[in-house]
Every structure is written in structure tokens, then in C-alpha cells.
């Protein structure tokens, strides 16, 4: 590993590849580093040599004195006005092993959906499903550009013209204070509006004498209303640490996933813990963290237990 600078204040850090959406992140994490007063790490992963198969080790990356990858990113900041204190690091080993640990001693890792490698076709890369999987931060994954985008540009992701807000994912049987907890304080550090979506299951399914399927309105009321509750008594006391940050609780029944994928669209952030409290503990994706990573249309949120 080569370093330009030390910084003993746990930084961000932006994984950089030399990919537009790997400069699509970087802004993204020049932001939250300034939102944080802290310093930006911006970290290139050089992939080493591959073994062929029943052969020697091959090269992946021609070597040079210096890092042509950085040397791109230093000529993209120079001479920008309020950056924060920037390191730039160079590791060189498998990406997919490395990337994780860079989460190890940061505040918050921030990459972008796809890098260099991969099939266009896909909306998230091997790479950031081991980040958001295995490293010990939070960790935001930043979109590619939308559908009719070449991706050419090089500027800050898009921000929604109308006030600001972070969306969290809230299992209201099963909240996860850590993913809450980030929510509230991220929500606070930009000014930005919270909303919390809390799904319930789909409607009670009642039959008929006629052997027909009915929805049964009075069981999903009171579902909701159970589940309006939940979430309730789990918001009130981050409500109270944060009273500056206005929350909207959207109740809705059915897919959490393609909720949370519908408000993405008109967010700055959207906030999801790891896995559900339910599952056993582990460095595990959940259903709905998995499905949000693949198709939301903003940044995206996912809290490891225990950084909250």
C-alpha cells in the first residue's frame, strides 16, 4: 500500500477505479466528507496477477512507478475550492478482497454501482455486493446515471429540485436501530427531510361461498394499524434526538422492496440495514437490502449491526 498522506481522523473513503461511476461516487463522498469534517481517503485498488489455468500468473495491470487511475482523479480536484483534506492510497491485490477491508478503520465507504469490469447489462457489480455484504461501515453505493445517459459525465450526482429528503426502511416487527439511528443523524447533517417507509403484509385473502378470493378489509386495517404502532414506538425516541429533522411515516402493504425502489426516485439517499434482525447474524444480504442495491435510483444506504 503507497499513501501521499496520513490522517488520523477515521475517514471516508471513496474507491475509486478510473470509471465514470467510480467519479459519480467520488462526488458523492466529497460531500459526505464535508457534511462530516473529516478527511477523504480516495483508494485504487490495482488489481494484481491471476493465475491461468495450469499455468503461470498473469498480469492484470501493467505496472508503473506511479498510478495513472490517481493521477486522473488528482487532475479532476485540482484546483477546486473547498475540498476536504484528501489522501490518496494505492493498494494493490484483488478487489474483491481488498475493497471490504477499506471499510475496516472508516467512517464510510462509497463506491460506485459498476466499475471497469462486468457486463453493462448489470446494475451492481460483484465488488460493491462484497462491500455492502462484509465491510465493517456503512457503506453507499451510487447509481449509475439513468437509462438513455451515456455516463459520460463526470459532474455530481442529481440531486431532486425540491427539498432534500433520506428515505429508511424501517421493519416495523424488526427494526434495525443501527440503519435508524444513521438515518436520522444523515437526514439532520443535510437539511433534509426523513421518510420512513414501514410495509406490512399483503392484505388477508378471505374466501367465498362462491369459492372466490376476497380481500379482507377489517384484517388489514388492523395489520396497519399494528404496524403504524411498531413503527411509532421505534421513531419516538430518535424523534426526540432529532427534533430538527421533519419524518413522514408512509405505512404501505406488500413488496418493502419495490417501496422503497418507488421513493428512491425523488431522494437523495435511501437508508436500509444489512440483513433482518431475524436472520442469524453474519455478514448477510437480506431480500430487500439486495433488491433495493440492484434497482434504486439514488444512492443507497446499507448500515452493518453495530455502526449505528
Known amino acids: 500500500m503507497s499513501s501521499e498522506t496520513v490522517n488520523s481522523v477515521s475517514p471516508v473513503v471513496a474507491a475509486v477505479d478510473g470509471s465514470a461511476g467510480s467519479v459519480r461516487a467520488l462526488e458523492w463522498a466529497l460531500t459526505a466528507a464535508r457534511l462530516r469534517e473529516a478527511p477523504l481517503r480516495i483508494v485504487h485498488v490495482r488489481a494484481y496477477g491471476v493465475p491461468l489455468v495450469d499455468g503461470p500468473f498473469a498480469s492484470v495491470w501493467e505496472r508503473t512507478e506511479g498510478d495513472p487511475v490517481l493521477d486522473h482523479v488528482r487532475a479532476l480536484l485540482d484546483g477546486r475550492a473547498g475540498l476536504p483534506p484528501l489522501e490518496f492510497v494505492t493498494v494493490d491485490g484483488s478487489p474483491g478482497r481488498e475493497l471490504p477491508r477499506l471499510g475496516d478503520r472508516a467512517r464510510l465507504l462509497v463506491l460506485g454501482s459498476r466499475g471497469r469490469g462486468g457486463f453493462a447489462s448489470l446494475l451492481l ?53 443501527d440503519a435508524t439511528a444513521f438515518a436520522f443523524t444523515e437526514a439532520g447533517r443535510r437539511g433534509a427531510r426523513l421518510q420512513v417507509v414501514a410495509a406490512y403484509p399483503w392484505p388477508v385473502l378471505s374466501s367465498t361461498a362462491a369459492g372466490d378470493f376476497v380481500m379482507n378489509a377489517v384484517a388489514d386495517g388492523e395489520t396497519e394499524r399494528e404496524y403504524g404502532e411498531l413503527a411509532a414506538a421505534e421513531l419516538t425516541p430518535y ?50 437490502t439486495n433488491a433495493v442495491l440492484l434497482h434504486a435510483g439514488c444512492p443507497v444506504a446499507v448500515v452493518p449491526p453495530g455502526a449505528g
Open 239 to 288: 424523534r426526540e434526538r432529532h427534533p430538527d429533522v421533519p419524518v413522514d411515516v408512509v405505512l404501505a402493504s406488500g413488496d418493502a422492496a419495490g417501496h422503497l425502489v418507488d421513493a428512491s426516485h425523488a431522494a437523495e439517499l435511501v437508508v436500509v440495514g444489512r440483513h433482518r434482525r431475524r436472520m442469524a447474524p453474519g455478514r448477510v444480504l437480506g431480500s430487500v
Open 125 to 177: 457489480g460483484s465488488n460493491g455486493l462484497a462491500c455492502a455484504r462484509e465491510a465493517a461501515c456503512p457503506v453507499v453505493v451510487v447509481p449509475r446515471p439513468a437509462q438513455g445517459d451515456d455516463g459520460a459525465a463526470e459532474g455530481p450526482v442529481p440531486v431532486p429540485a425540491a427539498r432534500p429528503r433520506v428515505v429508511l426502511g424501517l421493519a416495523a416487527p424488526a427494526p434495525d436501530s
